[in-house]
């Protein structure tokens, strides 16, 4: 996109009915680290990849949780999405005051859009410049929702946002009809090939991405390095593993537990494909 | 920082507590404290609460006492709240009407949201209680006891909450003078696996007691049935209280002088 006339306010229409600040704001989104998002019947998996300024410095938190239930991956400006995320705690807490009960998550989605949608309609307001992937579960089932700078916001069965998501979106595309039925081991496997994908070059280790999983039974919880390893060092033996293996994956999912000792895929014995 | 329908500010103007919640202002002159009504006018009495084998049941009269006098003689006491819960209420008429009043507007906002989420009983007990507490801060109480029932995903809840912000669960509930009658009576047969027609029993026996030693309540009575198929308030049902004892065919029998 260039240049032009009509680009300086957010208040100001183009002539095509564009709103060019909007456009620029979502361009930040595109430009920071992708951010994958994916659901099954029982969990929704958030990962990340994090990039670090420099060799020196730790790289920047991406994912944050809203509430036991709610959690946040971001792409962009992330101080604007620290912002978010504290004004996401808060409405979550206040209900949670009131009502004793976990707020649903499409209305906090659609409170924070309304938010965004504010700062697109005001002269001395920018658009919030991150876009958020929100993982949650509530009443009604497992949810992953995306909200953008435009004030929009959508729900998906998987997603990612940020610098070179469209080949995570290419594999989740590939993949996603076989999510619904995933278990929570195999759900994070994709989620980090996800990422992968989107990590042209680099190996992908513990400190270059971030998982986040919640679900039915089980409050947010971000891996630790330990738990994220064995997630990363399980995916180069399950790299081929077929669909009908899928069948032992499920049964020793029954075990809920952080990435169990057994690793994700040391049961399942792949088969030898060309 | 929150909405939660108690901006009575914006609703009642001048009337809200000046001298507790703003700074004083010298510069006017000394303003008589702002007060509030400090005691009902027109109650309802007590209101039965038990859980039985398939939901909750809740019973009460439908007397509004103006005093000593039995003013109003059709009040409705229970209330639905959504499609799975019912508030039973005693004590002032008006307040449960106005309690009633955003509760309606809580559910009202549930529905238009059409995503499938809807306020449970905990919730809207949670919510209750965080009204009553919250005005009785205030010194401008709503002057009820409350008692929630419902049911949600199979589970059974039964809660009560009053005007002082007091609240609890149990399995057998009342207000009033029902705490003083109904509830030993629930104490000694209560049982988890009551039928419909045993708890409904249950229920009758104890709001005949109430109607004999309760000067308050009539022989007017609604039972409101919630199961899991949703919620049932009956029509309106006297009770046949039994006065043919030996005393009463001749009271004045020893009594000189009484006639």
Request: glycine letters at 8%; hydrophobic letters at 35%; one cysteine or more.
């Amino acid at each position: 996109m260039f240049r032009n006339q009509y680009d300086t306010d957010v208040t100001t229409w183009s002539p095509a009915g564009r709103l060019h600040q909007v456009e620029y704001a979502m361009e930040a989104v595109k430009q920071g680290s992708a951010v994958v998002g994916l659901r099954s019947k029982t969990h929704v998996v958030l990962a990340t990849v994090n990039k670090a300024s420099s060799e020196l410095s730790s790289f920047q938190r991406k994912i944050f949780k809203i509430d036991d239930h709610i959690g946040i991956a971001m792409a962009g400006l992330t101080a604007d999405g620290r912002i978010l995320s504290r004004y996401m705690r808060l409405e979550c807490i206040n209900h949670n005051f009131v009502y004793e009960s976990p707020l649903p998550v499409g209305r906090l989605v659609l409170q924070v859009a309304d938010k965004a949608q504010v700062c697109t309609q005001r002269s001395w307001k920018r658009p919030y410049g991150v876009g958020l992937l929100v993982a949650g579960v509530d009443q009604t089932g497992p949810h992953l929702y995306q909200n953008c700078p435009s004030g929009n916001y959508f729900e998906y069965i998987a997603f990612a946002i940020g610098s070179r998501s469209q080949a995570a979106k290419t594999y989740l595309e590939r993949k996603y009809e076989t999510f619904s039925e995933s278990s929570r081991e195999g759900l994070i496997r994709h989620a980090l090939l996800a990422v992968k994908e989107s990590l042209q070059d680099e190996e992908l280790t513990t400190s270059n991405c971030s998982v986040a999983v919640v679900g039915v039974d089980e409050s947010l919880t971000i891996l630790d390095a330990r738990n994220l390893k064995l997630f990363i060092d399980g995916l180069d033996e399950s790299a081929s593993v077929p669909a009908e293996d899928k069948q032992a994956d499920e049964d020793e999912s029954k075990e809920q537990g952080l990435g169990t000792s057994d690793g994700s895929g040391s049961d399942v014995v792949p088969m030898e494909t060309s | 920082m929150f909405a939660t329908g108690i901006a009575e500010e914006d609703r009642k103007g001048s009337y809200v507590d000046r001298s507790i919640s703003r700074p004083c202002n010298f510069e006017i002159s000394q303003q008589s404290p702002v007060t509030h009504t400090q005691y009902p006018y027109v109650t309802g009495t007590s209101v039965l609460g038990i859980k039985y084998k398939d939901g909750v049941l809740l019973a009460a009269d439908m007397a509004g006492s103006y005093g000593s006098t039995v003013r109003y003689k059709s009040i409705h006491r229970l209330k639905a709240v959504g499609s799975h819960a019912v508030l039973g209420a005693s004590g002032e008429i008006s307040d449960f009407q106005q309690v009633t009043q955003y509760l309606d507007e809580l559910v009202l906002n549930d529905y238009m949201w059409e995503d499938g989420n809807k306020l449970g009983p905990q919730e809207i007990h949670s919510y209750l209680n965080r009204l009553m507490y919250n005005k009785r801060n205030k010194f401008d109480p709503f002057w009820n006891s409350l008692v929630l029932g419902g049911v949600e995903n199979g589970q059974k809840y039964l809660g009560v909450v009053n005007m002082i912000g007091v609240h609890y669960k149990d399995n057998h509930v009342a207000t009033g003078f029902g705490n003083h009658l109904a509830r030993p009576m629930f104490r000694n047969e209560w049982r988890e696996d009551l039928t419909l027609e045993e708890g409904v029993k249950l229920l009758e026996k104890c709001l005949l007691v109430l109607f004999y030693r309760d000067r308050s309540s009539i022989n007017k009575f609604q039972i409101a049935k919630i199961t899991e198929e949703g919620v049932v308030i009956s029509e309106p049902f006297a009770l046949k209280p039994n006065w043919d004892f030996k005393a009463f065919h001749n009271p004045t029998l020893g009594a000189d002088g009484s006639w």
